[in-house]
């Protein structure tokens, strides 16, 4: 049995050596060329497994912080992809990454339109790497109906139909 440790940083590339078995009666075999393909390790990014912006009204805004590390001994460089309602609290959307560093990244959430539940992907692309970061949340109406079941009542007098209800104003806008 033969035990080979590489060297981790070693550049990618062919090792070799020899080596010689012993056989029974203290003889030794004919030297044997041992050749290994040794494989740089993989590029390797830290991320979380997702973030979660909750619910967000419309036109309103949510920023989380989150941390990327670079765990590898290579250094990253590359960009973030963004999906259109979300933005970088620094406009540029390059990231360099030196071996076991980190970096603090802010984004926002602002939604457009009320769609409900959602997933996006940011996306970090380079140096042969493509991660996607799993973004969710909830867009949801600046505005917000109390009683869901509204029931019209007729009047005699006036020939009409009315009905009282309640509106919320969960993102504090002023109304005009």
């Keep these: 049995m033969v035990k080979y440790l590489s060297d981790p940083f070693s550049p990618s590339g062919l090792d070799q050596f020899k080596y010689r078995a012993r056989v029974r009666g203290g003889k030794y075999s004919a030297p044997a060329m041992v050749r290994i393909n040794v494989i740089n390790d993989p590029l390797r990014l830290k991320l979380p497994k997702v973030l979660n912006f909750g619910e967000v009204a419309v036109n309103q805004s949510r920023e989380i912080d989150f941390q990327v590390l670079n765990t590898s001994k290579y250094e990253f460089n590359g960009s973030l992809v963004l ?5 970088l609290e620094k406009k540029d959307n390059n990231i360099s990454l030196g071996p076991n560093q980190s970096v603090s990244i802010k984004i926002k959430f602002t939604p457009k339109e009320v769609i409900g539940s959602f ?18 949340g909830i867009s949801v109406s600046p505005l917000k109906l109390r009683d869901k079941k509204i029931i019209l009542a007729y009047s005699e007098e006036s020939f009409s139909r009315s009905a009282e209800l309640s509106i919320e104003n969960v993102a504090l806008l002023t109304l005009t």
């Design 83 to 87: 999906p259109g309602e979300f933005s």
């Design 119 to 136: 997933q996006r992907k940011l996306l970090f692309n380079g140096d042969g790497v493509s991660l996607a970061l799993p973004v969710r």
